[in-house]
Nanobody
Framework: QVQLVESGGGLVQPGRSLTLSCAASGFIFSRYVMSWHRQAPGKERELVAAISSISTNTNYADSVRGRFTISRDNAKNTVFLQMNSLKPDDTAVYYC??????????WGQGTQVTVSS
């Protein structure tokens, strides 16, 4: 059974940094693209960043490119999201996702990030 467990969220002031982690189990982690998504109150869930199975490719939402970095450690079955220069608009619940099993994939339970002074 796929499990994705996010951690690292919290309350942070604008301009500061946070690193989110997502620990995965129940599937062959090194074979799958991993992604981070977020959902702010009253808004649809959106893709934040994705990383290919062996980290050769990454892509980012325009709103976070240059501030956020996605990475993974296949030896530890963990994907990370380093978030720098945080803004109030980054406030959301952040979710980790894997596209397994098909067709819908699996989501973590989410971790709250609040950016406020």
């Amino acid at each position: 059974q796929v499990q994705l467990v996010e951690s690292g969220g919290g309350l942070v002031q604008p301009g500061r940094s946070l690193t989110l982690s997502c620990a995965a189990s129940g599937f062959i982690f090194s074979r799958y693209v991993m992604s981070w998504h977020r959902q702010a109150p009253g808004k649809e869930r959106e893709l934040v960043a994705a990383i290919s199975s062996i980290s050769t490719n990454t892509n980012y939402a325009d709103s976070v490119r240059g501030r956020f970095t996605i990475s993974r450690d296949n030896a530890k079955n963990t994907v990370f999201l380093q978030m720098n220069s945080l803004k109030p608009d980054d406030t959301a619940v952040y979710y980790c996702k894997v596209n397994y099993p098909p067709p819908f994939g699996s989501w973590g339970q989410g971790t709250q990030v609040t950016v406020s002074s």
